[in-house]
């Protein structure tokens, strides 16, 4: 059992990493360069967890915090992925991205913990649980294999439509909700902006992220509190990471197979537990190879640019 004093420190640390990355936002003006010493920030804040949490957990525990950090880290690279179209969707200027993102990691704190929370509480009590998880895993890992509609991320989503028809939605990006005539002749009312729907999408694309990521981490540990930190570590550096990413993600043209992969392993690792247990350090391996060969093979073999 983790010591109360433990989730209560990390979260002090997360608060007061937040205030300094705060800081770092108002030092550096050029965007891309703050994000890259806040990338810098997290990251060594993740390493550095790893070796605090040695003398409580062990080489072990902190091998298995390490693991399920990288599985996190490499699958939210395909959140980035979903909120470029979400932001390009709903044509939020690049300005006001970062404070979607912000919200949007805190409602990610929250879900992830209840999640992680449920998700243990069921394998506790029904160890054939962890199977349904291997199944959503490998379903997850089939699904990024096969190729969409060329048109899937461009058509408005139904019920974006469905909530425009029944409450006006303002077009204004400066805040999430306004007071503004709806119509010529109308008087001013209280109304939705275009930012908070986009904040909306980005909650839900998380949550169905996290259908697939919290199975993948508990295949890593099912002690809670490295679950949870591993998480909450791997999506703090998620808004920096958007910002120098955003123009190279389209070049990564093999990460979804990188991706797919991680899943089914995860899902795989989920299968055998019962006759065969992956340990913590080969499934860091394992992690890493993988990623380093999709990044690889992106650079090396970039797609060829449309004829026009």
Not at 81 to 98: A, E, N, S
Not at 165 to 188: A, K, M
Not at 259 to 285: D, N, Q, R
Request: proline share 7%; charged share 10%.
């Amino acid at each position: 059992m983790t010591p109360l004093s433990y989730w209560i420190w990390f979260h002090i640390a997360i608060a007061a990493l937040m205030g300094v990355e705060y800081l770092l936002h108002l030092a550096f003006p050029d965007p891309r360069r703050k994000a890259t010493y806040a990338l810098i920030l997290w990251t060594a804040a993740a390493l550095s967890l790893a070796a605090v949490l040695h003398p409580h957990f062990g080489s072990i525990g902190s091998t298995q915090y390490l693991a399920g950090f990288a599985i996190e880290q490499a699958l939210s690279v395909d959140n980035l992925l979903v909120f470029l179209l979400l932001f390009r969707l709903f044509r939020i200027q690049p300005r006001y991205q970062p404070r979607v993102l912000f919200f949007g990691i805190i409602g990610a704190m929250l879900m992830r913990g209840v999640f992680i929370a449920a998700g243990l509480g069921l394998l506790a009590r029904f160890q054939w649980v962890s199977y349904i998880f291997a199944v959503i895993l490998l379903v997850a890992a089939v699904r990024l294999f096969i190729p969409e509609a060329p048109d899937a991320h461009t058509k408005p989503p139904a019920w974006l439509n469905w909530i425009t028809r029944l409450h006006p939605v303002s077009q204004c990006q400066d805040c999430f909700f306004i007071r503004e005539s709806p119509g010529p002749g109308l008087p001013p009312r209280r109304m939705v902006t275009v930012l908070f729907l986009a904040l909306l999408a980005v909650e839900f694309t998380d949550v169905v992220f996290a259908l697939d990521s919290i199975p993948a981490v508990l295949s890593i540990t099912r002690d809670p509190f490295l679950a949870y930190t591993s998480n909450i570590m791997a999506i703090m550096g998620l808004r920096s990471l958007y910002v120098l990413l955003a123009t190279m993600l389209g070049s990564l043209r093999f990460l979804h197979i990188g991706l797919a992969t991680l899943l089914g392993f995860a899902a795989v690792k989920m299968l055998i537990a019962k006759w065969y247990e992956i340990g913590p350090i080969p499934s860091l391996e394992i992690i890493a190879a993988v990623l380093a060969i999709t990044i690889a093979a992106s650079l090396l073999a970039p797609a060829k640019p449309e004829a026009v």
